[in-house]
């Protein structure tokens, strides 16, 4: 996805000077093709996230478009007041990337785990929050948010992640992407864990279990039609995130689902427990430790059915 977002990137940049790129001293192998053509459009703030944010406040304030890189949750819970204060409430032209969502960074520890990025940054008024699942979700995501007027929040995976499409024809903010139909569930997924849902509902498959399968690249603003739609036709809604149950996509469904009058699916929430994860590993041995694999998915819903 990193990869993606970068290419994408120079592309608009070539074709618009007023876009520019800010890295708290991060992600020099995959930016390198950026500052190498686009040296007037770069900048290197340093490990200052906060002064980066305020920064690119500034300068977007004068008529620029820019946007922040780092990874995990150094652009995002680092610089919150920044984001908050100088960013989001003048309306801003930030659009701040993080690359590694979730376990990415999982050998490194708790810090480098962004398992509350998402409720965090959808909790601030007039922010758009963006959650790709495969990489042609993140191109359109780059695109759609350069052209979308304010402070913007783009939650990347790192690498190899599974293509889902070919092509997108109405890619939009705020709009799910339905996969295929389904009976009787419905698994809603944001991010690149969609890989997890999407091997799990092949497993369900061949149990003779045939549930509904959409990706969400935006968590904010939700698609609530799409929510309120499967409410009426499904028993079950899944949602499957790689970040706090608390919060975050599991929790933007829910609230649509609250408000509903009359007969509704029922949420399962598979994501991170309320918890801090204590596991070093891998991306994908913490998902399976912490119930968000494949494995896990399905064990879940079964149980749930049952």
């Known amino acids: 996805m990193r990869d993606t977002f970068v290419k994408t990137l120079i592309d608009i940049a070539k074709n618009d000077k007023n876009v520019h790129l800010i890295t708290g001293d991060l992600g020099f192998g995959v930016l390198k093709p950026f500052w190498e053509q686009l040296p007037e459009q770069f900048t290197n703030a340093g490990i200052a996230e906060q002064n980066m944010t305020s920064f690119a406040a500034g300068m977007a304030l004068e008529g620029k478009t820019v946007f922040t890189y780092s990874i995990g949750n150094f652009p995002t819970l680092r610089a919150i007041e920044q984001i908050r204060n100088d960013c989001a409430y003048h309306n801003a032209n930030v659009k701040i990337v993080c690359v590694g969502g979730g376990f990415v960074y999982g050998s490194l520890g708790m810090s480098h785990h962004a398992t509350e990025d998402l409720a965090i940054m959808r909790a601030l008024p007039d922010v758009t929050v963006l959650a790709p699942g495969d990489l042609v979700e993140a191109e359109y995501a780059t695109r759609a948010i350069y052209e979308h007027q304010g402070t913007c929040y783009l939650r990347l995976g790192r690498g190899g992640e599974k293509r889902i499409h070919d092509n997108i024809d109405d890619f939009q903010i705020g709009k799910?992407?339905?996969?295929?139909?389904?009976?009787?569930?419905?698994?809603?997924?944001?991010?690149?864990?969609?890989?997890?849902?999407?091997?799990?509902?092949?497993?369900?498959?061949?149990?003779?279990?045939?549930?509904?399968?959409?990706?969400?690249?935006?968590?904010?603003?939700?698609?609530?039609?799409?929510?309120?739609?499967?409410?009426?036709?499904?028993?079950?809604?899944?949602?499957?995130?790689?970040?706090?149950?608390?919060?975050?996509?599991?929790?933007?469904?829910?609230?649509?689902?609250?408000?509903?009058?009359?007969?509704?699916?029922?949420?399962?929430?598979?994501?991170?427990?309320?918890?801090?994860?204590?596991?070093?590993?891998?991306?994908?041995?913490?998902?399976?430790?912490?119930?968000?694999?494949?494995?896990?998915i399905v064990e879940r819903v079964l149980n749930e059915i049952k």
Do not use: W
């Open 176 to 296: 799910a992407i339905k996969i295929n139909d389904g009976e009787n569930i419905a698994i809603f997924s944001t991010g690149a864990i969609f890989d997890e849902a999407m091997e799990a509902s092949e497993i369900l498959n061949e149990n003779g279990i045939k549930p509904a399968l959409y990706t969400f690249p935006t968590v904010k603003p939700i698609d609530r039609e799409t929510i309120e739609e499967c409410a009426k036709y499904y028993d079950l809604i899944v949602t499957v995130e790689e970040h706090n149950i608390i919060g975050g996509f599991g929790s933007a469904v829910s609230e649509v689902l609250a408000e509903l009058v009359g007969t509704k699916a029922r949420v399962l929430k598979v994501g991170l427990n309320d918890k801090y994860s204590s596991i070093v590993g891998s991306q994908k041995y913490l998902r399976d430790m912490y119930g968000m694999s494949a494995r896990e």
